[in-house]
């Protein structure tokens, strides 16, 4: 009587448990952080309206409508990555172009150069507004814009550090194993996070004026 025999299942990482929950709970504070910078946001601009009526007009709607979208669609490349990190699949398995073979290493980088932009774009309006006379001392609107857009910014810039520190890992490491799927879901999470952040912001800063 032979044995029947059973086909082994495919190998993907365990989203991570404990680590998980320190992740969400630290984001939960930096959540708290930015829900301050909101109020501070609101507070200014209910104590001089007429200050937003007029500087409000300097913003490049357009050029920040299609730097957000550059960032959200960052989110979808991040989370491509997570699932080829979660089958284990460091890298690529075909040529460049065949975008559904891409490993964990193509998504990021991807992400890493899509987060670049964005800063970059971001660096550019201020220029533009710093031209126009729109400083962070000249008003309470440039104040307020400033320092929300620009905290943002720096955690844009810390989540594409973080980025670098995942691919080096992966890079170093001999195998591709459940430490480095993990790391990939953290930062993810963190990526997720600071895009709906800045989501929530576009819509307050630029579409509510």
Known sequence: MSQATTMPSPIHATRPNQVAVGTIVWLSSELMFFAGLFAMYFTLRAQVPEVWAADAQLLNVKFAAINTTILVLSSFTAQAGVLAAERYQRRRTGRLWQVKRWGMHEWFVLTFIMGSVFIGGQVFEYAELISEGMTISSSAYGSAFYITTGFHGIHVLGGLIA??????????ARKFGNHEATTTIVVSYYWHFVDVVWVALFAVIYLVQ
């Open 163 to 172: 980025m670098l520190f995942v691919l080096g890992r992966s890079f170093a």
